[in-house]
Each structure stands twice: as C-alpha cells, then as structure tokens.
Nanobody, 119 residues
Framework: QVHLVESGGGLVQAGGSLRLSCAAS????????MGWYRQAPGKQRELVAT???????NYADSVKGRFTISGDNAKNTVYLQMNSLKPEDTAVYYC?????????????WGQGTQVTVSS
C-alpha cells in the first residue's frame, strides 16, 4: 500500500515564502511524474505545477516566476517552493504522484495541506 504525506503548509503574510513537501512510502518501483494542485473555497481543484521523472516542469501561469517544483526520485519526494506569496494563493494544496507500484501504475494523492496568505 502506498501513502503520501504532505507537510509545510501554514499561515504567511503576503510576500512571504513557504516550502511544501510530499513524501511517498510503500511498495514503489518508480516514478512517472509528480505534481501539486490546489483548491480554494468555492473553486475547482487546479493544477499548480508538475514535474516528470526526467525533470521537465510545467507551471500554471498564475505561479510562474514565483513557485518552483522539484523532485527527489530516490526519496520519492516532491517539493514546492513558493515565494512572493499572494492572498489569492490561499488554498488547500494537494500533491500528486504517478507511481509504478507492485500493483501497477497508479495516481496517488496526498491528504492536502492548508496554505493561508494574509494581506
């Protein structure tokens, strides 16, 4: 069984920084891709950033130049460095990992971590 555990959320003032982490554990044989998504109250979940196992990155326009996604395949961990945070970045952030496991290739989601940016 595979579990994803997120950490690093919290309350920060506008202009501040936070770093999110998401570590996967269990019967994992490889990583196809990793990403971060977010969901603000009353809104649909949206993509924030993704990274492939080869290191190719993709960002939502709203976070380009401010957020950086990185991954450590050896640790099955994905990170999201968030700088110059804005109140509109307030949301629950979810990590996603597309993993090769003993049961096959599946998408896994973290439990979500709250990020609140005050003005």
């Amino acid at each position: 069984q595979v579990h994803l555990v997120e950490s690093g959320g919290g309350l920060v003032q506008a202009g501040g920084s936070l770093r999110l982490s998401c570590a996967a554990s269990g019967s994992i044989f490889g990583i196809k891709g990793m990403g971060w998504y977010r969901q603000a109250p009353g809104k649909q979940r949206e993509l924030v950033a993704t990274i492939t196992s080869g290191g190719s990155r993709n960002y939502a326009d709203s976070v380009k130049g401010r957020f950086t996604i990185s991954g450590d395949n050896a640790k099955n961990t994905v990170y999201l460095q968030m700088n110059s945070l804005k109140p509109e970045d307030t949301a629950v952030y979810y990590c996603n990992q597309y993993l090769v496991t003993g049961r096959g290739v599946y998408d896994y989601w973290g439990q979500g971590t709250q990020v609140t940016v005050s003005s």
